[in-house]
């Protein structure tokens, strides 16, 4: 089996800074896409950042230039370091990996339990 679990997140007041973590587990061969999305009370669910197994990045315009994340493969991690947050930033948010498990042919879409990050003063 494989799961996500997530670390982090908690209250900050404006223009603060907070990280979120979320380490993969189980019989895992390899993993191609890790992100982060998120999902404010009332709205969908939005895609936040993602890194490819490459390094290469991709994030949503709300939040480039503020956020950033990044991976370690070796620990099958994800990080995602967010300064200058805004209340606009407050949601749950949701680790995703594309993972492959050992005899597999292709992978799978993994979620995480979602981690609260609330910003307020």
């Known amino acids: 089996q494989v799961q996500l679990v997530e670390s982090g997140g908690g209250l900050v007041q404006p223009g603060g800074s907070l990280s979120v973590s979320c380490a993969a587990s189980g019989s895992i061969l390899s993993i191609n896409v890790m992100g982060w999305y998120r999902q404010a009370p009332g709205k969908q669910r939005e895609l936040v950042a993602t890194?490819?197994?490459?390094?290469?990045?991709n994030y949503a315009g709300s939040v480039k230039g503020r956020f950033t994340i990044s991976r370690d493969n070796a620990k099958n991690t994800v990080y995602l370091q967010m300064n200058s947050l805004e209340p606009e930033d407050t949601a749950v948010y949701y680790c995703?990996?594309?993972?492959?498990?050992?005899?597999?042919?292709?992978?799978?879409?993994?979620w995480g339990q979602g981690t609260q990050v609330t910003v307020s003063s």
């Open positions: 890194v490819t197994s490459g390094g290469r990045t």
């Open positions: 995703n990996a594309n993972i492959r498990q050992w005899g597999e042919v292709t992978g799978k879409a993994y």
